[in-house]
């Protein structure tokens, strides 16, 4: 294997490995999202200890991720949006990545293998 494909093997897996990190931490924002629906044992409401809560039939009356915030605002729909507001920031985040550190590399390595 010479020198260039060595560089390649490299700049490969450093994609393959930013890939990887990036996608770990939006399975954890997004499953931690819905654990923290699916529970929903108050740890919202222990965070914000204020707003007004919905009722539901047979959840007790308080959910915490219904807190309203505002008018048609509740901490569960901020929270939802905040998760895909969050994969934009890491798609932008690889993106540029990809845009100034990858493509040079790949570029830089096509001109010396030609």
């Known amino acids: 294997m010479d020198k260039h494909e060595?560089?390649?093997h490299a700049v490969a897996a450093r994609r393959w490995k930013i890939a990887f990190i990036l996608s770990a931490i939006m399975l954890v924002a997004y499953y931690?999202?819905?654990l923290l629906?699916?529970?929903d044992v108050g740890v919202i409401q222990n965070l914000l200890k204020a707003g007004t809560a919905i009722p539901a039939a047979g959840l007790g009356d308080q959910i915490t991720l219904?807190?309203?915030l505002g008018d048609g605002l509740s901490v569960g729909i901020l929270l939802g949006a905040m998760v895909i507001v969050f994969a934009w920031v890491l798609t932008t985040i690889y993106v540029n990545w990809a845009n100034k550190v990858y493509d040079r590399e790949i570029e830089d390595l096509s001109h010396l293998a030609r």
Do not use: W
């Open 66 to 68: 219904g807190i309203r």
């Open 37 to 39: 629906v699916a529970a």
């Open 32 to 34: 931690g999202f819905i």
């Open 6 to 8: 060595q560089r390649l």
